[in-house]
């Protein structure tokens, strides 16, 4: 299958393309049947030369264009045919149908989760509660000033 589309030229972060007539298995830059016109996006505004008979002549011939080609030869009929066209759902949104039953599930998970947490968060209280080691203290304390007492007697 032939295709008309873009071959990239010029340096890094300095894109100049030719639009060309090529098999459409051949790599972007390489092998093409017959150059077209140039593109240059970096001019203000972008500078497109097309020779329409030769493109005409492909088209003629069976050759697709791509759609980048096609948006710099004709905007309008690019606009009209992207307009109809359904808008690709992003790769997150597809699983819809499962995220409903993941969130069912998760807000249980997460039921259990918080109820298992505040009892461990219960559990340390009543542990503090427990543990009084200032009350041994303070009754050996007593003891001292009760044994205090009775010795000045």
Not at 137 to 147: A, P, Q, R, W
């Amino acid at each position: 299958m032939i295709k008309i589309r873009l071959a990239r030229l010029g340096r890094k972060k300095r894109p100049f393309y030719r639009i060309v007539a090529t098999n459409s298995r051949s790599p972007r830059d390489g092998k093409f049947l017959e150059i077209l016109g140039t593109y240059d996006p970096l001019q203000e505004p972008s500078m497109v030369s097309i020779d329409n008979d030769k493109l005409n002549e492909w088209v003629k011939k069976g050759a697709q264009l791509s759609n980048r080609v096609q948006k710099l030869t004709d905007p309008e009929k690019y606009a009209e045919l992207v307009k109809d066209k359904p808008k690709r759902k992003p790769k997150k949104a597809q699983p819809e149908e499962s995220k409903p039953a993941e969130t069912e599930q998760s807000s249980e998970e997460q039921t259990a989760i918080d109820s298992e947490a505040s009892t461990a968060e219960e559990s340390p209280t009543e542990n503090k509660e427990i543990d009084t080691p200032e009350e041994s203290v303070s009754s050996s304390d007593e003891s001292t000033s009760s044994e205090d007492e009775e010795k000045p007697s």
